[in-house]
């Protein structure tokens, strides 16, 4: 579940066409950020975008397959492979990334406010 550094550059570089993209490494691959929603991930040298009902056509449609963290035949995530002409492409990566991004968006759990404690006097 490696990611080369010279495969980081390339995404990161690529991605420039999206806006400001951060990454952090997380359990030997890299998650992506575009204006702090996690939006896709890259492992193995392969990147992923976030899928939802909405924009999950475009990649079955090209026949690309979910992220499966531990093979073939573990569970898949809503996370889908980015075809290799689309991450040449800038006009097509960016809007490929807006519609990750929405998903992430739409998909984003409410942060969890901390619970303060109800002091007695």
Known sequence: MGVSEEYREYILERLEVTGRITSRRMFG?????????????????????????????????????????????????????????????????AAWSFKAYEAALRNKKPSRKRKTKKVIE
């Not at 992506?32 to 924009?55: P, Q, R, T």
């Not at 999950?56 to 992220?67: H, S």
């Not at 573990?74 to 492979?81: C, F, I, L, R």
Request: proline share 5%; aromatic share 16%; charged share 25%.
């Open 29 to 93: 691959g890299l998650g992506l950020y575009l204006e702090g929603v996690f939006f896709a991930l890259v492992s193995d040298n392969v990147l992923y975008f976030k899928v939802d009902e909405v924009n999950r056509r475009d990649y079955e449609t090209a026949g690309m397959a979910p992220f499966s963290p531990y093979g073939e035949n573990s569970y898949s995530m809503s996370y889908y492979e980015v075809p290799e002409e689309i991450i040449e492409d800038d006009q097509a990566l």
